[in-house]
């Protein structure tokens, strides 16, 4: 969600600043705006509502020169998005902040401030933030004691960055339920909600823990654990360069994506799957031995995750027959789930931050043996937190709807399955099959994206729909749910998903002569119940596309049912194979409408607040 930068040097931070807003664009944004402490020893602002570069346009009229600063793109929680709720918030031309997160006991804390004489420019819960640091600094703390004693005062999730007029060359951040990263310079270090913000200016970094607090200067760097302790906190050297969040030569970071998805698939295997033969140390030291024990699986994530653990459920009960649960972190965190037996718990997120899932994770962790994080980022949280964990090394996604991460996600489940039935009586000729198999889907990904027109020539039917219906049975019903997302998220056409047996359960109700249903169709076993539920739309008058493997006979169909041929791949992994035409229907479809395919409305990349 919202992204933060901050620095401190010898040299105008303004630039890093903004270059580092622009590279946390992908997060999603409603505003954004930069402060730093100028010579004068006073601290310049400008805020603009909108993009970064109505941002950029602001600077190029009115220039900020200072060696420490905060930046920030805001994504509104309280507050509508506007110039006035855009961060860094100011209070008394005294002290300058700039918030990720969200303070629950805003309303509390603002109505003692407001008894106290504060007054208040916004509706945002972090200028509650901003005043109590100033409250504190009114009573003679300095900078660091005073963010120490407000953020004591909130409840919620907060990542911070703070600087003072009172002392110019320090800049304190602090996290707790929020990311928050340090880059090392030579002479000058920075802060940012994600690393790659900072890739042009360092490649070290270090990642702050729950409840730590960092006094920051240009040459002196000191962190603080939640009990006040100073510590030392491990330097991670990013092997990512300035580049690798580029387009490339493609026109949205979305088809970058898209296309980068048969190597990031066989980045998944490399190291890991050898002649067919999954290493036991694919997982961590130790992690083969817990799998033994392990009689029920529980999965939990949020979104295109979820919809990853859907289909693992289908895996994991089908292949190997070990129970498995898969819920949406936001509702499980407030329940009090009934957990089994020696259960694993699978969390799957792209970012490793997502709120709903940490918070689900901690809500049962001393209830469980055995957690496994399956994420793209080593540093995460998540992973931080959980026993064991596999990397889906799908490199950085800036496309806010997500495509490589999800497939990547998908392809180390399958890894998590083989590892499972090892002692579940998976042959390891199966297993060995399997792995062949799933080899092989990145040629025929391949094939998909060089013959992509088909696809773009469908786009053309849904630009002016308002809403559409997606289908699929078994293991391709959750592909079915998030072709359904992809198109909402990024054209804005209300989609639905249904098991295709579920139709007459109600759906068909929606059916009219020319409503377009959408369908995926694998060979294996049960074509023909798809192919009947089809039927039932067309009879009734629906547009059908199909995306069907070429072993199935759709020729008696009739016209008003459009198929596009589909590599002959095994029903088990053709979940990897059926996302993609979806992901390329949805892009297509927004690019023809003209919605803003990288950054939708409304949605953020990584979800770190309730």
Known sequence: MCGIVGAVAERNVTPILLEGLRRLEYRGYDSAGIAVLAQKNCIDRIRRAGKVQALADALEEMPLHGSVGVAHTRWATHGEPSEINAHPHICNQSVAIVHNGIIENHSVLRQQQQSAGFTFTSGTDTEVAVHQVEHYLKQG???????????????????????????????????????????????????????????????????????????????????????????????????????????????????????????????????????????????????????????????????????????????????????????????????????????????????????????????????????????????????????????????????????????????????????????????????????????????DIEKILADKIAIEKWAEAFTDLSNTIFLGRGVLFPIALEGALKLKEISYIHADAYPAGELKHGPIALIEPGKPVVAVACKDGFEDKIKSNLQEVLTRGGEVYVFADERIDMSDMGEHCHVINMPPVSSVLAPLLYAIPLQLLSYFVAVQKGTDVDQPRNLAKSVTVE
């Not at 994506?257 to 961590?284: M, N, W, Y």
């Not at 992690?287 to 990853?308: L, N, P």
Request: hydrophobic letters at 45%.
């Open 141 to 443: 703390n300095d900078l660091l004691s005073a963010v120490k004693k407000a953020v004591a005062d909130f409840e919620g999730a907060y990542a911070l960055g703070v600087i003072s007029v009172a002392e110019p060359g320090r800049l304190i951040a602090t996290r707790s339920g929020s990311p928050l990263v340090i880059g090392l310079g030579l002479g000058e270090h920075f802060i940012a909600s994600d690393a790659s913000a900072l890739l042009p200016v360092t490649r070290r970094f270090i990642y702050l823990e729950e409840g730590d607090v960092a006094d920051i200067r240009a040459d002196a760097l000191v962190i603080y654990d939640s009990n006040g302790q100073p510590v030392e906190r491990e330097v991670h050297e990013s092997d990512l360069n300035a580049d690798a969040t580029g387009k490339k030569g493609y026109r949205h970071y979305m088809l970058k994506e898209i296309h980068e998805q048969p190597s990031c698939l066989l980045d998944v295997f490399e190291g890991r799957v050898h002649d067919g033969k999954l290493s036991d140390a694919t997982f961590g030291l130790g992690a083969m031995e817990v799998f033994d024990r392990v009689k029920c699986v529980q999965i939990i994530a949020c979104g295109t995750s979820y919809h990853a653990g859907l289909v693992a459920k289908y895996w994991l009960e089908d292949l190997i027959g070990i129970p498995c649960r898969v819920e949406v972190a936001s509702e499980f965190r407030y329940r009090n789930p009934v957990l089994m037996p020696d259960s694993l718990i699978v969390t799957i997120s792209q970012s490793g931050e997502t709120a709903d899932t940490l918070a689900a994770l901690r809500s049962v962790k001393d209830r469980v043996k055995s957690t496994l994080a399956i994420c793209n980022v080593p540093e995460s949280s998540l992973v931080r937190e959980c026993e064991f964990s596999l990397m889906t090394r799908a490199g950085p996604e800036i496309g806010v709807a997500s495509t490589k991460a999800f497939t990547s996600q998908l392809l180390a489940l399958v890894l998590l399955v083989v590892a499972l039935g090892k002692t579940r009586g998976m042959e390891q000729q199966r297993a060995t099959e399997l792995m062949h198999e799933a080899l092989a889907v990145p040629a």
